[in-house]
């Protein structure tokens, strides 16, 4: 009878020890699965707002014939020559020197810097490229016709997420 008395104690102590670490366990998931979903929640910002942000750009190209950012005049109309990256390789996107910021030229506004909402606006860089349409002879010398690349960045709520877009479209005949 005497052996038996602290065996009941350790028994009890063990499965103590065993709920504890379920237990521990059990949130560290729950914190995993949270920031996953914190993270996830803020590239879907970041998506959105590179998504505005090239609209955006191609309500400025359609309306104003051109998005070109003065800083970055030169080389922008065409593609870049061979072995040279393009340009929207060659800028920090998510700087001010060579971007747009969304709404520049069409007054478009956007809310940030609070909640879940992006901490900054997007940015974007349009590239006018010479391209040919289904149709078109482009040995028969006639006028090039032009298309544009454009590039936006959009931000999350937190400065470190960033998402990329890129998108070529072109204007539909009779635009200016």
């Known amino acids: 009878m005497r052996r038996q008395r602290g065996i009941v104690l350790l028994v009890s102590l063990m499965l103590l020890i065993m709920v504890m670490l379920l237990g521990v366990s059990a949130a560290q998931l729950a914190l995993q699965s949270e920031k996953?979903?914190?993270g996830e929640r803020d590239r879907d910002v970041a998506f959105l707002a590179a998504e505005d942000a090239l609209?955006?750009?191609e309500r400025d190209v359609l309306a104003s014939g051109a998005a070109f950012a003065p800083d970055?005049?030169?080389a922008r109309h065409e593609r870049a020559a061979?072995?040279?990256a393009p340009v929207w390789q060659a800028v920090d996107l998510a700087g001010a020197a060579c971007t747009l910021p969304y709404g520049a030229r069409t007054a478009a506004s956007m809310p940030t810097g609070e909640g879940f909402l992006p901490?900054?606006?997007p940015q974007y860089i349009v590239e006018r490229m010479e391209c040919h349409r289904a149709g078109d002879d482009a040995s028969a010398g006639a006028a090039p016709?032009?298309?544009y690349r454009v590039t936006a960045i959009g931000f999350g709520?937190?400065?470190e997420t960033e998402v990329v877009l890129q998108?070529?479209?072109s204007k539909p005949e009779g635009a200016p």
């Open 36 to 38: 996953a979903a914190r």
């Open 55 to 57: 609209k955006d750009a």
């Open 72 to 74: 970055c005049a030169t």
């Open 82 to 84: 061979p072995g040279k």
């Open 119 to 121: 901490f900054k606006k």
């Open 145 to 147: 016709s032009y298309c």
């Open 157 to 159: 709520a937190r400065p």
């Open 167 to 169: 998108s070529v479209f």
